[in-house]
Every structure is written in structure tokens, then in C-alpha cells.
């Protein structure tokens, strides 16, 4: 019986996971709390932590970051105690992304530089690439724009060698906000986004192509399209809206 309960608890974490990714995360949500009981009743503190993990990347999702931030912390203190340096670059790294969305920049950096070293030091070159957009992103925050350019670049390289076209597809829309904010150039800022909407659209990344569209708005009406920008934004509307992105919403509609 604790072994069919173990397997039920691993097969909702998994869905959980697969929702997610498809931004239900509703019903993302209910996986994870379903899988994190049965596991707290077994006692099985991996399962646990995996658990407490994943509902706290839903949570950030739809912007309960204090339930996330909570979730995310009691993963981590569990990875350390099993050793598990991966678990605990996974929690670092969302913990670094819930600080950074609350604007708690200096928390943040150090969060997802602690996560990159973990990353290099188990040769995940992935998850390096990863962390070096989530870096790059909070030094633009922070106007370093030089330093986000580079992490954005090494990240780009990184997902290239990989033949990560969706990773790819970030550090590229990520780079275009960069060429935005440091302003000299914003016809290099508006390719780099259609570059990343393209491969977006490609891959059939909804949540992606919305970013993407919202980003290309803000170029679009700097450089005096009004019209395109105003179209740009209704479509990542409809596409925010359709995913459940409140955060993504509520950016678009303050464009």
C-alpha cells in the first residue's frame, strides 16, 4: 500500500509538472498539494521537497509569491539536509526569480549566482544558461546594462550549443529589452524580438510569443508606431488572458 501511495504521489507530481507546462495552473496547483500530502503522510521527504518545489513555481506563476517564497524555502532547507545539490540550484534559482518579480534586486542576484555556480559545479550547462539570463535580466533592472548584455550573450551561446531553440528564443527577447532600455539602437531592440516571436511562434510557446509581442509593443512605440504597437499589445492581451499570466496582464495593460 505505501508503495502504490508513493507511486500515486510520484504520477501527480509529474502532472503536476506536465499542467504547468502547459500554463494550466489551476489544475497544476491541485497536483501538487494532492502529491505533497501523500508524500507528508509517508514521510518520504525527496518526494516532499520535489513537491513543495514545483507548487511553488506554480504559486509564482500566478503571483502568491509569499506562498511561493514560503514553498521554495522549506524545499531548499530539504535539499541541504539530502544533500541534493540539484534540488537545492532549482530552489535557489526560483527563489531568486520570486525576489527579483518583488523587486528585491540584491537578494535576487545572489540567489541565482549561488544557483550558477551549483549548475557549473554539476556541468549543467542547460540550467547555466538558465541562471545567466535570470542574472542578466536583474542587472537591466538594475541599469548594469553592460553586465545584462554579457550574461544575455553567454546564455544565448550556451542554449545555441545546446540546440535549445526555446531557450534561444529568451536570451534573444531578453537582449532586445536590453538594446531597448540602453536606447541607442532600437531597430537592433525591435529584430531581436521578432527574431524571438518568430521562434516563439514556432514552437507553439503561447506564454512565449506573449512576452515576446508585449516587448515588441514597447519598441514599436518608442520608434513612433503607434498603431503596430497598439496590435502588438491586444494580441499578447488575448494571449495572457487565455494562459492565465495575471502578472503578464497587468504589464501589457500598464503599456
Known amino acids: 500500500a505505501m508503495a502504490d501511495a508513493d507511486k500515486e504521489g510520484h504520477v501527480l507530481n509529474q502532472l503536476g509538472i506536465v499542467q504547468y507546462l502547459m500554463s494550466s495552473y489551476d489544475a497544476a496547483q491541485d497536483s501538487q498539494a494532492h502529491s505533497l500530502r501523500i508524500y507528508e503522510r509517508l514521510q518520504n521527504h525527496r518526494g516532499r521537497a520535489n513537491a513543495l518545489a514545483d507548487l511553488g513555481m506554480v504559486l509564482r506563476q500566478t503571483g ?13 532547507e530539504i535539499y541541504r539536509q539530502l544533500g541534493d545539490t540539484y534540488g537545492q540550484a532549482n530552489s535557489l534559482r526560483d527563489l531568486g526569480i520570486i525576489h ?6 540584491s537578494t535576487a542576484a545572489q540567489y541565482q549566482s549561488e544557483a550558477y555556480e551549483l549548475y557549473k559545479q554539476l556541468g549543467d550547462r542547460l ?3 538558465y541562471a545567466l539570463n535570470e542574472i ?11 553586465a545584462a548584455e554579457e550574461a544575455h550573450k553567454e546564455a544565448l551561446e550556451l542554449y545555441h550549443e545546446l540546440g535549445d531553440r526555446f531557450g534561444e528564443a529568451n536570451s534573444l527577447r531578453q537582449l532586445g529589452s536590453t538594446q531597448r532600455v540602453k536606447g541607442d539602437d532600437p531597430a537592433s531592440a525591435m ?7 518568430a521562434i516563439y511562434q514556432d514552437l507553439n510557446s503561447r506564454d512565449g510569443e506573449a512576452n515576446a509581442l508585449s516587448e515588441l509593443g514597447v519598441v514599436q512605440d ?4 503607434s498603431g503596430s504597437a497598439i496590435s502588438s499589445f491586444r494580441r499578447a ?3 495572457f488572458r487565455e494562459i492565465g499570466d495575471r502578472w503578464g496582464e497587468a504589464e501589457t495593460l500598464n503599456n
Open 64 to 76: 502568491d509569491y509569499e506562498a511561493a517564497a514560503r514553498n521554495q524555502t522549506e524545499a531548499l
Open 100 to 105: 527579483s518579480v518583488r523587486g528585491d534586486y
Open 127 to 129: 540550467h547555466q544558461a
Open 136 to 146: 542578466g535580466y536583474i542587472h537591466r533592472l538594475v541599469g548594469a546594462l553592460a
Open 191 to 197: 529584430e531581436l524580438e521578432e527574431q524571438a516571436l
Open 222 to 225: 518608442i520608434t513612433g508606431n
Open 237 to 239: 492581451l488575448v494571449l
